[in-house]
């Protein structure tokens, strides 16, 4: 009885990290074609020194990475995923940095698991980690690409 249970659980987890990994890959894939489409600029897995995260949780992000930068309406953005810790206690954002006075994320209606800080000139847009749950993950391709466009 013990073996079944094993081997079921043994597939779940297979199935769990399929399913990551096939998600990450078509991500990476996407990314340079959203880069394209709306001709952004690489910046590899570097931040741009002119932005700033003081104050912000990406301020101490482990990693970062897919990091673009680029202009819609005049605004002046980055965006990026990062990694908040290391590991199992670790979790995964995509940032949206808007060189901006005012709040230009409110063009397209957000869910309440979002939020805006202000860093400087910098509007960041980001889901927050809520206590012990990471929540959201990294912001879909389609989600992305519709808040990057709708900016101001």
Same mark, same amino acid.
């Given at each position: 009885?013990?073996?079944?249970?094993?081997?079921?659980?043994?597939?779940?987890?297979? &199935?769990?990290?399929?399913? *990551?990994?096939?998600?990450?890959?078509? #991500?990476? #894939?996407?990314?340079?074609?959203?880069?394209?489409?709306? $001709?952004?600029?690489?910046?590899?897995?570097?931040?741009?020194? %002119?932005?700033?995260?003081? =104050?912000?949780?990406? /301020?101490? +992000? *482990?990693a970062t990475w897919n990091v673009m930068e680029g202009e819609r309406n005049g605004i002046p953005f980055v965006v990026f995923d990062c990694r908040m810790g290391a590991g199992k206690s670790s979790w995964r954002r995509?940032?949206? +940095?808007?060189?901006? $006075?005012?709040?230009?994320? /409110?063009?397209?209606?957000? %869910?309440?698991?979002?939020?805006?800080?202000? &860093? $400087?000139?910098?509007?960041?847009?980001?889901?927050?980690? #809520?206590?012990?749950? +990471? =929540? #959201?993950?990294?912001?879909?391709? *389609? %989600?992305? %690409?519709?808040?990057?466009?709708?900016? $101001?």
């Amino acid at each position: 009885m013990a073996n079944w249970f094993v081997g079921l659980w043994m597939t779940l987890i297979g &199935c769990f990290i399929v399913w *990551s990994l096939w998600a990450d890959w078509k #991500r990476n #894939r996407m990314m340079p074609i959203l880069m394209s489409s709306l $001709g952004l600029k690489s910046w590899g897995s570097r931040l741009p020194p %002119e932005l700033s995260l003081t =104050g912000t949780p990406m /301020a101490h +992000a *482990s990693a970062t990475w897919n990091v673009m930068e680029g202009e819609r309406n005049g605004i002046p953005f980055v965006v990026f995923d990062c990694r908040m810790g290391a590991g199992k206690s670790s979790w995964r954002r995509t940032v949206i +940095a808007a060189r901006s $006075g005012r709040d230009v994320f /409110a063009a397209v209606p957000s %869910e309440s698991s979002y939020t805006v800080d202000r &860093c $400087g000139d910098w509007m960041i847009f980001y889901a927050p980690k #809520r206590g012990f749950i +990471a =929540g #959201r993950s990294l912001m879909p391709i *389609s %989600e992305l %690409e519709a808040r990057l466009s709708s900016l $101001g």
